[in-house]
């Protein structure tokens, strides 16, 4: 069993940054491979973007390339997603995800998912 609770939400201007974080609980952490998603008022659930059990690997939705990061410290069992250069079009509540296959990640299909974190951009 893995737990997910993330932190780091709020309000935030445009052009402004946040760093979200998802802390896990679990002794098996570092073998699960870790994902962002997002799901806005009226829409479906997006995945943000996904990093490997051993960081290797990182998948970043179009939209936020070049503007937000994923990271992992398997020290702490924590997974974050740094935030920079936000536009109101990221306002979501924001969730953090786990599962062993990376592939599953990327495609939406994880076995635990947290409760989200509301971040709002104001124009």
């Known amino acids: 069993q893995v737990q997910l609770v993330e932190s780091g939400g709020g309000l935030v201007q445009a052009g402004g940054s946040l760093r979200l974080s998802c802390a896990a609980s679990?002794?098996?952490?570092?073998?699960?491979?870790m994902g962002w998603f997002r799901q806005a008022p009226g829409k479906e659930r997006e995945i943000v973007a996904a990093?490997?059990?051993?960081?290797?690997?990182?998948y970043y939705e179009d939209s936020v390339k070049g503007r937000f990061t994923i990271s992992r410290d398997n020290a702490k069992n924590t997974v974050y997603l740094q935030m920079n250069s936000l536009k109101p079009e990221d306002t979501a509540v924001y969730y953090c995800?786990?599962?062993?296959?990376?592939?599953?990640?990327?495609?939406?299909?994880?076995?635990?998912w947290g409760q989200g974190t509301q971040v709002t951009v104001s124009s």
């Open positions: 990093i490997s059990w051993s960081g290797g690997n990182t």
């Open positions: 679990g002794r098996t952490f570092s073998s699960y491979s």
């Open positions: 995800a786990a599962d062993q296959n990376y592939r599953a990640v990327v495609a939406g299909a994880n076995g635990y």
